[in-house]
């Protein structure tokens, strides 16, 4: 009893990192590993912060690269932004064409998220400066970054159906970000 008992356990480890090591901050991660319970599946409230990017002028550096070197250039573009914002306790929702969606204080609640979502930005703002100069250097034109940062009350949890799911945020606050971008 004991082993069974200590492969499921080992097994609902494993499934949490694996589903979420790609989303949230290696930090994050293992406060679930250390407390699975807090991570409860179909839906619960909590207060975050939520964050929207976008790449202005987007639609016109689409038409001026091939599409290769456009999927490059915005690769390198999120995985900068992404470098910087998860340090910040930040889940990543998903990347929206050359948007980012992320929020703060869940899946495990954090009292500072707003705080964390807003040092998050400043971070990217500061990273633009250094990806800007190396994409002079290639030629490419430069990035400028929209952020709306937004806090409210939201219902988290695995959104979808039973065999396709997205775990997600669902509220009026999440809207109010992606308009203030």
């Known amino acids: 009893t004991s082993v069974y008992r200590f492969a499921l356990a080992t097994r609902e480890r494993r499934l949490i990192k694996r589903a979420f090591q790609h989303y949230v901050s290696p930090a994050i991660v293992q406060r679930m590993l250390d407390d699975p319970s807090k991570l409860k599946l179909g839906g619960e ?3 975050v912060t939520v964050l929207f990017t976008d790449l202005e002028g987007f639609t016109t ?8 070197a456009l999927s490059a250039h915005l690769g390198e ?8 914002l998860l340090p910040h306790d930040g889940t990543l929702d998903k990347l929206i064409g050359d948007s ?14 707003a705080v964390h979502a807003c040092r998050g930005a400043l971070a990217m703002q500061a990273k633009m400066a250094s990806l800007n100069e ?16 937004n806090t409210g009350q939201v219902v988290a949890g695995n959104m979808g159906t039973d065999t396709i799911f997205n ?3 669902l509220g009026d606050c999440v809207n109010l970000a992606s308009r203030l971008e």
């Open 45 to 47: 409230q909590y207060e």
């Open 61 to 68: 550096l689409a038409e001026r690269l091939t599409a290769a």
């Open 77 to 84: 573009y999120f995985k900068e932004m992404l470098d910087v």
């Open 100 to 113: 980012i969606m992320m929020y703060f204080g869940c899946p495990i609640p954090d009292a500072r998220h």
């Open 167 to 169: 775990y997600t945020i």
């Open 134 to 149: 190396r994409g002079r250097r290639q030629a490419l034109p430069p990035l400028r970054t929209r952020i709306g940062i």
